[in-house]
């Protein structure tokens, strides 16, 4: 948060429009109970494709299916985009990110998917659901890693699409350098391309494929599946949707009911809403996951075919082909339900939005960079006893002691200021100085440190970002540079007790050299935060566990 009250509206009051904002006040609370699920079931059919081997016939009778309905989402070329700061695995495999979302559209079938609010089939859709499933190189573990639909973001500049047709428009939305989305109006902006950008700004991680299902799309895979078996903790009563399971116990439940399971958001009894759905739906994709694989399904030819042509049939995917899974399936060898781990990305109510998620800033950086570094995180079967320790000192040994490069166009640095001086308003002051030599600092770009931390100024980064970083260092004499693991494209400007507030003006496309301190981030307290065993919830898909 600032270093000081604000006088100018959050992003989200203070533009004229916010994607999907006036339909989330006028439409009813129904229209707010999203299907969660849907993209649980999507997940369930990869790791099928992952974990099995079919008949040609089946192979052939999906090719058609999946190829048919593809989009436009990969971003290739996005500069959000972090570089590993630790060697990859041994091998010539490479890990995989892969986006599953669900769409909230109501078009179509889907106006009649358990919703009594149709008001959605004029070709606004929000993704109530993200999922990044991250494949390790070693084919060892899948780490799953739930994203709220409700997660404060950086808006990201995107083409815009109509959802009834799927097609991008050559279009820019407007947005601004201080705008900010709850992370699923990203789908009704741009559609899957808007929303792996958003995901892709937010985590730091190439997303390699895509795959998106919508309502009918769930219930056809789980009543493909002749129903599913799962365990509910007790009974589920939704303000909403009502009775969902009368009672609670192990018991098998067909598509309209699995859907109810997985979209409540109004549960009685629920203290947080949206996390308590996520891990509803976490535990009925392990439920789906240990059934789809066991032989009941896998040795019933029909079934099988079943559940995969309801999935290519129901699913929009980018860059997935069955060869594609059929090269992973066999890439994997063998893989068990319990090297498949779920996480629920680390957030807090936002101080900025009422309703909305910030993201958890003490505990996020440690998992992106985990990810990021293909490691595995802690609660999972292939993490080693060591936490999850991420820093400075990797991403330092990669920058040289004077690092050098050439300044870019101050406007275009994303850049966050953290007043650790002690002294009140530093940060704003900072922020009035640099704007007036051409950044684009806003109030939301602005924080407090719990405690003088530093003498001057230092300018932390990723490596791959240095040139944005000697930038700042130019713009703020006596900065030294502070490379860390956890920022992405973003540079952080921590202004120390000594800080005399100079700042200089500082023009693009000039070489210059900067002092690295390669202690600097550790000593701060600010650099990327541990995680160990507990600090994170895990669900592993091979535990027997209630919903």
Partial sequence: MSDEPRDVPSPATGRTETPGQHRQHAHSATHGLLIAGRVAVALVAVVVLLITGWEWSIKARADSGILSRSVNAIVSDDSNVSAATAAPADGSLEAENILLLGSDTRSGVNGDAGNSDSSTSDGVANSDTLMVAHISADRQHVTVLSIP????????????????????????????????????????????????????????????RVIGID?????????????????????????????????????????????????????IGDTDSDLARIRRQQIVLSSILQQVTSAGTLFNPSKL????????????????????????????????????????????????????????????PAIFDALLNDRALPGEPAASETPTTPGASTAATTASEDGSGVTVDPATVKLTIVNATGRPGAATTAMVELNGHGFAVTENDLQLADAPARAAATVEYTPE??????????????ATLAPTGQLGSKVRLVLGEAFDGTFTSVTAGVTVTGSVSPDSAAASGSGTPTLSSGELPAINAGDALCA
Avoid at 198 to 208: P, Y
Avoid at 465 to 478: H, M, W
């Fill in 149 to 208: 639909r409700d997660t404060w973001v950086d808006a990201p500049t995107c083409k815009q699409w109509d959802a009834n047709t799927g097609q991008l428009s050559a279009t820019d939305y407007p947005v601004s350098a201080a705008d900010q989305w709850h992370v699923n109006w990203a789908y009704s902006v741009g559609g899957p391309q808007c929303t792996v950008r958003a995901v892709q700004d937010l985590t730091g991680l190439q997303i390699d």
């Fill in 215 to 267: 309502f009918s799309g769930f219930k056809n895979m789980v009543d493909a599946l002749g129903g599913i078996t799962v365990n509910v903790c007790g009974p589920i009563i939704d303000r909403e949707l009502q009775t969902v399971v009368e009672d609670g116990g192990v018991q098998t439940i067909a598509g309209e009911q699995a859907l109810n399971l997985v979209r409540a958001r109004n549960v």
């Fill in 305 to 364: 075919d079943g559940f995969l042509q309801a999935f290519v049939q129901n699913t929009f995917t980018d860059n997935v082909t069955i060869d594609d899974l059929v090269a992973l399936a066999q890439s994997f060898g063998t893989l068990d339900p319990s090297l498949v781990t779920f996480f629920t990305l680390p957030t807090t109510p936002s101080s900025s939005d009422d309703g909305a998620l910030d993201v958890d800033q003490s505990k996020a």
């Fill in 465 to 478: 970002n240095l040139d944005a970083a000697l930038t700042v260092a130019a713009a703020v004499p006596g």
